[in-house]
């Protein structure tokens, strides 16, 4: 999928002469005049902003960062606040009203990120670095634009939370700028709620949207503007998200780490304890074998295997993006395979490797899970079950370390802690409000790529906390990605591609402006 139209748009299009007052314009045409007039500026603020750390557990370092957001959405016109919690990170809240609006969206991004390890960077995660392209692909680094130099879109800028999830936000600044100096009103109420704890699971949420309850009972539709776009390129909006959750499972030998000469082939091996029971929990297919583990997943309704069937069938392109022969679950496809409970091995821990390994068989071994729920999945339901599993393989379950005494007692022991998490959430299509923001994506969509280019999803495979404002709110919740789906998210290196900003752009004027 090709993005020429938006490329040409941008380096033919730097210098705009408008045929008509700015005044006769449309907002959509507003802002994309000010994306390309203002473009070197846009990246530098964006650069600006990811400057600021923003480990999601570092208060004092959100704090800044969401003050700094703060000025930035007053300076841009929208009358914003920081709401507080002891202990918790602030949240952002924003409001722009317009008199006589009769449709409230609210815009849900969050600024905080997730830890990062520095040694694993090219360039430290907190110094913006812009790139003639992606790193993989040949890119160079370079200087920030001047504001008489041409932006191209496909340069990308490397920052932690560049695409997740500051990206939304700098785009809506650019947009509510564009509006300001042109005079345009958006058509619409718009709340503003920028999260400083998603990436720490977002639990203290809730009580913050009680604080502004008198402020968000009119949100007629909620916009989580997080995730990637299509594999394919190709724009995307989500109509829910899986749930998550998190759990350890320990396993032990001796009481102390012992020589590997003097004990191998005796003393318990920890690896294989734990390498052998991870196998039993998954077979070499992707299906778990954990007893029950797909009994609680809801059918996909008509609409949602409707859409499903619609999407692209991009898996051959994306298995040579990723150096792939096989995937699990085949011949499902990977939106087939987001809408079943999946289990992964997020981590594990055994001694060392490379030049730190030693000649030890080490006492414990350690192996993070990450659980992903689709419909109809309870977070305690299912760890109950990975409980139960294990037990089955011979194993006491227990919730703290073992004394001598419980040691001496079972051959087979494994800890296991963590738990809770959250749970999936869907909105239905047929929304009214839905409706309309389907209707104004696709026009961005068509503008920007080519007519038919946006893809319509059941469910975004990664979690957000949508289910609060579906389940507990009652409100209808769509999830507006920006970024590149190779942006690395989550991981060393993330990065955002300029051409899926200023596509942000494009799409929040759109909306901010629909009928």
Known sequence: MTILPLRLSLLLGCVVALAVPAAAQTGVEVARAYRETHASAIVRDFAEMLAYPNRARDLDDVARAAAYIRDQMRDAGVETRLLTLDGVPPMVFGELRR???????????????????????????????????????????????MDTEVVDPEWRIYARSAGDDKAPIQAFLSVLRAFRDGGIAPTSNLIFLFDGQEEAGSRRLGDYMEQVRDRVDDVDVWLFCDGPAHQSGRPLLAFGARGSM??????????????????????????????????????????????????TTEPLGAEA?????AMPDWDDELKRELGLVRTEGEPQTLPERLMVPALNVRGMTSGNTGSLARNIIPNTAVAALGIRLVQGN????????????????????????????????????????????????????????VQQVIAAATEAADRAFVEGALVLSPGLGGTLPIALFTDVWRKPAIVVPVANHDNNQHAPDENLRLANLWYGIDLFSEIMTMP
């Open 99 to 145: 008199p006589g609006a009769t449709r409230t969206l609210g815009l849900y991004a969050h600024y905080d990120g997730q830890p990062v390890d520095p040694s694993n960077w090219t360039h430290p995660p907190f110094e913006p670095t812009l790139y003639t392209a992606a790193m993989d692909a040949g890119g160079q680094p370079r200087d920030l634009p």
């Open 378 to 433: 309870d977070p305690a339901q299912l760890r109950q079950l990975i409980v139960d599993h294990i037990e089955r393989q011979g194993f006491r379950v227990v919730a703290d370390d073992p004394d001598v005494d419980t040691r001496l007692r079972y051959p087979l022991i494994a800890k296991v802690t963590g738990g809770g998490g959250s749970v999936a959430a869907r909105t239905p299509m047929s929304d009214p409000f």
């Open 305 to 309: 295997a409707a859409a499903l069937r």
């Open 246 to 295: 998190g759990m350890e499972v320990t396993v032990y030998g001796a009481i102390r780490n012992l020589h590997s000469g003097h004990y191998g082939n005796w003393a318990p091996d920890t690896g294989m304890i734990l390498a052998r029971l991870l196998s039993s929990m998954k077979d070499e297919r992707g299906r778990v074998l954990v007893d029950g583990w797909y009994d």
